[in-house]
């Protein structure tokens, strides 16, 4: 099991004093192959104010579209009781699609299955424009963080998985240009990157999670000053 690196979350992203209440946000880990397993993973442009250079997972805060968009398939039982025991089933269906949604517009990947085009608005129009309908039944719940307080930026953050099977298309496009560089990385070359801790940790969840599909889902988060790791079943 990976060990969370404490104080480098801390210098990943210094604290600045302001009161920031943490905002929902959803992660997706794509993954392909068995013998040598690989991550998409991609690096965040400099400029950024949060994690800026870092390589990191696409995801992003969920939006108000994310809870009214349709979808091929709803999540695994395992995987919706679960969310479900951390927050309502219309929120934890909206995260899975945000993790889904902010894949395709950082990286152009679409996991879904094909439909007609319809005429849609807001953030899923081009998702639906290309012929898809994202598919939630392939999910897989890895992680969940939130980022300590303090910081510029804070998010309640849930850590998805999904095999590159069920994408449309296996390769990235340059996506929205958030990510200045997108690849598929061996986990073991994906660790020599410059990552945010949470990224290393949950990049070792994936590895124990190909292995173990049953593992305890691990819980991120600091209380009374000290970063805490929680397992639940």
Same mark, same amino acid.
């Given at each position: 099991?990976?060990p969370? *690196? &404490?104080?480098?979350?801390?210098?990943?992203a210094?604290?600045? =004093?302001a009161a920031?209440r943490?905002?929902?946000?959803? %992660?997706?880990?794509?993954?392909?192959?068995?013998a040598?397993?690989?991550?998409l993973?991609? @690096?965040?442009? +400099?400029?950024?104010?949060f994690?800026?250079?870092? /390589?990191v997972f +696409?995801? =992003?805060?969920? *939006?108000r579209?994310?809870?009214t968009?349709?979808?091929?398939g709803?999540?695994?039982?395992?995987? &919706? @009781?679960r969310?479900? =025991?951390?927050l309502p089933?219309? @929120?934890?269906?909206a995260l899975?699609?945000?993790?889904?949604?902010?894949?395709?517009?950082?990286?152009? $990947?679409?996991? =879904?299955?094909?439909? #007609?085009?319809a005429?849609?608005?807001?953030? /899923?129009?081009?998702?639906?424009?290309?012929?898809?309908l994202p *598919?939630?039944?392939?999910?897989?719940?890895?992680?969940?963080?939130i980022t300590p +307080?303090?910081?510029?930026?804070?998010?309640?953050?849930?850590?998805?998985?999904?095999p590159?099977e069920a994408?449309?298309s #296996?390769e990235?496009t340059?996506?929205?240009?958030?990510l200045?560089?997108i690849a598929w $990385?061996?986990?073991?070359?994906?660790?020599a990157?410059?990552?945010?801790?949470? %990224?290393?940790?949950? $990049?070792?969840?994936v590895?124990?999670r190909?292995?173990?599909?049953d593992?305890?889902l #691990?819980?991120?988060?600091?209380?009374?000053?000290?970063?805490?790791v929680?397992?639940?079943?």
């Amino acid at each position: 099991m990976t060990p969370f *690196d &404490a104080a480098q979350d801390l210098a990943d992203a210094p604290r600045t =004093g302001a009161a920031q209440r943490p905002k929902d946000a959803a %992660t997706l880990i794509l993954t392909r192959g068995s013998a040598r397993p690989e991550v998409l993973m991609g @690096r965040r442009a +400099p400029g950024h104010v949060f994690m800026a250079s870092k /390589w990191v997972f +696409p995801g =992003g805060r969920v *939006d108000r579209s994310d809870f009214t968009a349709a979808s091929a398939g709803d999540l695994p039982p395992g995987v &919706a @009781r679960r969310l479900e =025991g951390e927050l309502p089933a219309r @929120r934890a269906r909206a995260l899975a699609l945000t993790a889904v949604r902010e894949t395709f517009e950082e990286t152009g $990947l679409i996991l =879904g299955r094909p439909a #007609p085009s319809a005429n849609v608005a807001g953030p /899923w129009r081009e998702y639906r424009q290309a012929g898809a309908l994202p *598919d939630l039944s392939v999910l897989s719940y890895v992680a969940r963080a939130i980022t300590p +307080p303090g910081r510029t930026r804070r998010f309640d953050a849930r850590f998805f998985m999904a095999p590159a099977e069920a994408l449309l298309s #296996p390769e990235p496009t340059a996506g929205s240009g958030e990510l200045d560089e997108i690849a598929w $990385l061996p986990l073991d070359q994906a660790r020599a990157q410059d990552l945010p801790a949470i %990224t290393r940790f949950v $990049l070792g969840e994936v590895a124990g999670r190909l292995a173990d599909s049953d593992r305890p889902l #691990p819980f991120v988060r600091m209380v009374r000053g000290r970063h805490v790791v929680e397992h639940r079943d």
